[in-house]
């Protein structure tokens, strides 16, 4: 890769740099999936006037355009501190999995084994973990995934615009 103009070595800078994206980019995977698999198995399992503020909730934070309140937030949060890029980026990434969690919830609630759970005179916390969570485990792996490509991308996008990880630490964005 060779070297930048104050001679230092560009693939150590890269391999370096993997650090604060994939740290930003695991801990808003974390902290969004939490988030919205809470937001959606709430409004799938209990329905009417919490899924329907839930879903507003959900709705509005979607209208949200990303990258201007990604940029506002920084500008008054600090820039370069990647707990406080993770935590915009999680506030902003949590909707696609509570959409996907509730879609299945109001569809395994009509199931035989949670109507067996209920009758057998289980919690509803119980349920929702023990019953109906598992099942909706592999959409919530998969859109986790997607999470941390996303969370990566706008990461360095951020850092590229110049406010995320400052100089002279590497970060992707801020080298490229």
């Known amino acids: 890769f ?6 230092r070595d ?6 370096f740099g993997i650090r604060t994206s994939l740290w930003v980019a695991v801990f808003v995977a974390l902290v969004s999936t939490a988030l919205g698999t ?8 209990y329905g009417g006037h919490v899924d329907n503020l839930l879903m ?9 355009p ?3 309140v990604l940029l506002t937030a ?19 990434f949590w909707t696609a999995v509570a959409r996907i969690v509730r879609g ?7 199931k035989e084994f949670v109507e067996a759970a209920k009758a057998a005179g289980a919690s509803d916390l119980r349920i929702i973990v023990r019953h109906m969570l598992p099942n909706c485990a592999g959409p919530i792996i998969v859109n986790t995934t997607l999470v ?3 969370a990566i991308l706008v990461e360095a996008a951020l850092s590229f615009l110049g406010l995320g990880q400052q100089p002279p630490d590497p970060d992707w964005g801020s080298m490229l």
């Open 104 to 110: 299945l919830f109001l569809s395994l609630r009509e």
């Open 66 to 68: 990303g990258l201007a």
């Open 56 to 64: 507003r909730l959900t709705d509005l934070v979607l209208t949200l």
């Open 148 to 150: 941390v490509a996303s």
């Open 74 to 92: 920084s500008v008054f949060l600090g820039s370069g501190d990647p707990l406080s890029i993770g935590l915009i980026l999680a506030f902003l």
């Open 38 to 45: 809470a937001v959606g198995a709430l409004a799938g399992y």
């Open 10 to 15: 560009y693939l150590s800078r890269v391999i």
């Open 2 to 7: 060779g070297t930048d103009q104050l001679g």
